[in-house]
C-alpha cells in the first residue's frame, strides 16, 4: 500500500509502516525525496524512512564484486531489494519516543564500518555469536536506553558499508535538517561510533566536497565512541593476521580492505586489488578505510611478529605478501589531518570516549599500546582540533565492538547528553 507524502512531514510519520512515493521532504530539504517508510521494523525500532539526496556531486561506489559489501537483512528491505544502493541514498531510523520524549534536543547516532543502524544500536546480538565483541551478546543497545529515558532518538543507515565519509557526513546533515524540521527543534545531539566518527566530526567540521553543502550550525553537542580522532594504522601493523579474515583464499569473508595486494595462500598465490586501501586495478571498494589511516609506528612500533611485518608496513615484496605499504594509502586520500586542521567549531560542546580493553573476540587484538581491541586509547582522546573540549572518558572494561551497549558507556552517554 502506497500513500503520498506531502510537504507535512507529519502526515507521513502518521503512517508510519506505508511506503511513501518519492515526494519532496520539505521546502527546506527540497534536495531530499523520501521515498519510501516502513513501520514493520525489527529490533524495536518505531519506524524507517529511506531518503535521496539529489544534489550533484553524489555518486555510485563501487562495491566488492564478491557480494561481502552488498546490504542484508531487513536493511535490503528499506533500501528496496538493492544489494548495492546508489551512496546519495540513506536510512533514517526513528526509535519509540522520537517525537515525544522529554529531552527536547534530539540525539542522531552515526554507526561505525561494515555495520548498520540496527546491530549498532539495537540488537548487539543481530550478527550471530560474538558480534557484539563478547562471547554473549545482548539484544538491546544504547538506543533502547536513551529511548527508556526520555531521549529522542535517531539513527542514520548508510548505503556503502564502507563508504566515502565526505558523502556521508553530506548525509548526516541531511539527517539532522530532517529531525529538526520533524520536531522543530534548533539543535541536535550528535553521536559517532568508530568510523562514524569521521563523517559526523566531517559535518561540523564543513570539511565537504566541493559540491558539498557547509555546516549549518545546527549540532549542540558532539560525541565520539571510540573514534579514530587520530587515526589508526591496525591493518599494517598486523597484516598478517589480518588478511586471513579477508583473503578468500585463506578463507576469509570479512568485509574489510587488505594491506596487500598479493598474497599467498595454503601454497597459491593469488592477486586481489579489490580489497586494496588504494584505488588499484580499477576497483576503490573502501574510500572509507583508507580516510582513516595515520602512522603510529613512531609511537607504538610494528607488529614485528607477523609475517612480512616491514614490507606490509612499509611497502615492497616479502616472502608471501606484496604491497605498496601505508604511507601510500595515507597519501591517497586520508581524512585524520584535514579534520584535524579544520576543526571543530568552538560552539559545539564535544566529547571523546574511549574503550580501554583491549580484549574483542575473534579478531587479534591491537596490542601494541593501550587500546579497545582495534584503536588506540590516545587516538580515540586525541583533543587535536577540538575547539570546546567538554569532557572525556575512558571505560577500561569496553572494548571496541562493546562501546555500543555496554552499560558503563551507555551511563557516560546519558549524563553528557543531559
Known amino acids: 500500500m502506497r500513500t503520498r507524502f506531502g510537504w507535512l512531514l507529519t502526515v507521513a510519520l502518521a503512517l508510519a509502516g506505508l511506503v511513501g512515493q518519492a515526494v519532496p521532504a520539505s521546502a527546506a530539504t527540497s534536495y531530499l525525496t523520501l521515498e519510501a517508510t516502513y513501520g514493520s521494523v525489527a529490533n524495536g ?6 531518503y535521496l539526496d539529489t544534489t550533484p556531486g553524489f555518486h555510485q561506489e563501487q562495491y566488492p564484486p564478491d557480494g561481502r559489501g552488498d546490504q542484508d537483512g531487513q536493511r535490503l528491505t528499506f533500501f528496496g531489494g538493492v544489494k548495492e544502493p546508489f551512496s546519495g541514498r540513506f536510512l533514517l531510523y526513528s526509535a519509540p519516543g522520537w517525537n515525544t520524549g522529554a529531552h527536547q534536543v534530539p540525539v542522531l547516532l552515526v554507526h561505525g564500518a561494515n555495520d548498520n543502524p540496527d546491530r549498532a544500536w539495537a540488537n548487539p546480538g543481530e ?3 560474538y558480534g557484539c565483541g563478547a562471547l554473549s551478546c ?3 543497545g544504547l ?3 536513551l529511548s527508556a529515558r526520555g531521549y529522542r532518538v535517531f539513527a542514520i543507515g548508510f548505503a556503502h558499508k564502507q563508504g566515502d565519509n565526505l558523502m556521508q557526513a553530506q548525509e548526516v546533515g541531511d539527517a539532522i535538517a530532517l529531525i529538526r524540521a520533524k520536531l522543530g527543534v534548533p539543535q541536535v545531539d550528535l553521536l559517532g561510533w568508530s568510523k ?3 563523517s559526523a566530526r566531517a559535518y561540523v567540521s564543513s570539511l565537504r566536497p566541493s559540491w ?3 555546516y549549518a550550525g545546527d549540532v549542540r553537542k558532539l560525541i565520539t565512541l571510540g573514534g579514530p580522532n587520530g587515526g589508526y594504522d591496525y591493518p599494517y601493523a598486523h597484516g598478517w593476521a589480518h588478511d586471513f579474515s579477508i583473503w578468500p583464499e585463506c578463507g576469509g569473508s570479512v568485509n574489510a580492505p587488505s594491506p596487500h595486494l598479493d598474497m599467498t595462500c595454503y601454497g597459491t598465490y593469488t592477486a586481489h586489488p579489490e580489497f586494496s586501501f588504494t584505488p588499484t586495478g580499477g576497483y576503490d571498494d573502501y574510500p572509507g578505510q583508507r580516510q582513516m589511516l595515520a602512522r ?8 614485528q611478529t607477523q609475517q612480512d611485518w616491514y614490507t606490509t608496513f612499509y611497502g615492497g615484496q616479502g616472502l608471501y605478501t606484496y604491497g605498496t605499504g601505508i604511507q601510500a594509502a595515507i597519501d591517497a586520500g586520508s581524512l585524520v589531518a584535514p579534520l584535524q586542521q579544520a576543526g571543530v567549531p568552538a560552539s559545539i560542546s564535544t566529547y571523546l570516549l574511549a574503550g580501554g580493553t583491549p580484549s574483542v573476540v575473534g ?4 596490542d601494541r599500546g593501550p587500546s579497545d581491541g582495534v584503536v588506540f586509547e590516545a587516538s580515540a582522546l586525541d583533543t587535536a582540533g577540538i575547539g570546546n573540549l567538554a569532557g572525556t572518558a575512558l571505560i577500561t572494561g569496553a572494548n571496541h565492538l562493546e562501546l555500543g551497549w555496554d552499560s558503563a558507556v551507555s551511563a557516560q552517554v546519558a549524563g553528557w547528553l543531559n
Do not use: A, C, K, L
Open 45 to 50: 525500532w518505531d519506524h524507517v524512512e529511506r
Open 127 to 129: 550478527s550471530g555469536g
Open 138 to 140: 545482548p539484544n538491546t
Open 143 to 145: 538506543m533502547q536506553y
Open 196 to 198: 562514524g566518527e569521521m
Open 212 to 214: 558539498g553543502r557547509p
Open 296 to 303: 603510529w609506528d613512531g609511537t607504538y612500533g610494528v607488529d
Open 363 to 366: 579478531i587479534f587484538n591491537e
